[in-house]
């Protein structure tokens, strides 16, 4: 006969035995529907994993596409020294695009686009000098922070190549002076020629001198700040001029984005890109220096004649 002690025991064990039980098929139960979700080829709702790319891969694959210069694609994305997202793109860190441009830098691995000033190359002229008034000139930038400025004789120019260089001059006498181009010096002015301010050549020589033999070179400032873009008055979704302000180097070529990939717009001699159909007028904008440098700026408003500041700039060289 059992006793009291005997039957508690068993009624514990046969209910440890029912829980365990019960545990073990649930268990399977889950093992089973791991199994089927791994089996291969298979993804939700029966259709292939493999035939369309996720979401992830997507965007990943868009912004491998903006990183290498001259690459095209359906998405944009932003560089720097960015590229404004002045987008720029790589362009750093990219502030809210609903109150800031942003932007990424990418550096271009072709080669830099050929002009008549060049990198780490002496040019010989002359200098003379011109009463420069407020700093505006055929660049169009406005009036100028300082009078440290010349213009390019037009050979030279090139069509507002020029716009925006940093040049240093040396004078024979061992003066020297580095100025911005804002300008246009048109013939008789020689190739080699720079028209400096009154306030620039008084750096080198006495005004009295009139002309004074020099060479020049192209520099790149550290005391730069960020660029801006600039829509030219006038412009809309169906025809815009863009200018680029403040930029550490030469300019040698900007794009915008359209629905067929980047297109490069026509420079004018009074220094605006033009784009004639209004192609990207108002999307991301590509520039790119004297060096090959490419700066992708997003997040500028088609506002015409306002500046707007971007968070990139050329590296210097």
């Not at 990418?106 to 011109?130: C, H, K, L, M, Q």
């Not at 300082?146 to 004078?171: K, P, Q």
């Not at 006038?234 to 070529?253: E, L």
């Amino acid at each position: 006969m059992k006793t009291a002690r005997q039957a508690e025991r068993e009624r514990r064990y046969r209910r440890r035995l029912q829980l365990g039980t019960t545990l073990a098929l649930a268990a399977a139960g889950v093992l089973a529907v791991m199994v089927m979700g791994v089996v291969p080829g298979r993804g939700a709702n029966g259709v292939s994993a493999a035939g369309t790319p996720s979401a992830t891969t997507q965007v990943r694959a868009a912004d491998s596409a903006e990183a290498r210069p001259g690459a095209t694609s359906a998405s944009p994305t932003t560089t720097g020294t960015p590229s404004p997202t002045a987008a720029a793109t790589t362009h750093s860190a990219r502030p809210s695009a609903k109150s800031t441009p942003h932007s990424r830098r990418t550096t271009s691995t072709a080669a830099a686009p050929a002009g008549r000033i060049r990198p780490n190359t002496t040019y010989t002229g002359v200098a003379t000098a011109y009463e420069a008034g407020d700093g505006n000139g055929a660049c169009l930038f406005g009036p100028s922070a300082d009078l440290m400025i010349a213009a390019m004789n037009t050979t030279d120019y090139e069509t507002a190549r020029a716009c925006g260089a940093y040049v240093l001059v040396h004078a024979a006498n061992g003066a020297s002076v580095t100025v911005r181009i804002t300008n246009e010096c048109p013939l008789p002015c020689a190739p080699g020629q720079l028209d400096l301010s009154q306030q620039a050549f008084a750096k080198l020589a006495d005004l009295k001198v009139g002309r004074l033999p020099i060479t020049w070179q192209l520099v790149s400032p550290s005391t730069v700040g960020t660029m801006s873009i600039r829509y030219k008055t006038g412009s809309s979704p169906y025809w815009c001029g863009i200018q680029v302000i403040g930029h550490r180097n030469p300019v040698a070529r900007l794009e915008v984005r359209t629905s067929g990939g980047w297109r490069q717009l026509p420079r004018t001699d009074y220094n605006y890109f033009i784009s004639a159909d209004g192609a990207g007028c108002g999307g991301s904008i590509r520039v790119t220096d004297v060096y090959g440098q490419q700066l992708t700026v997003s997040g500028i408003a088609l506002r015409p004649d306002v500046a707007q500041a971007t968070q990139v700039q050329f590296a210097r060289h």
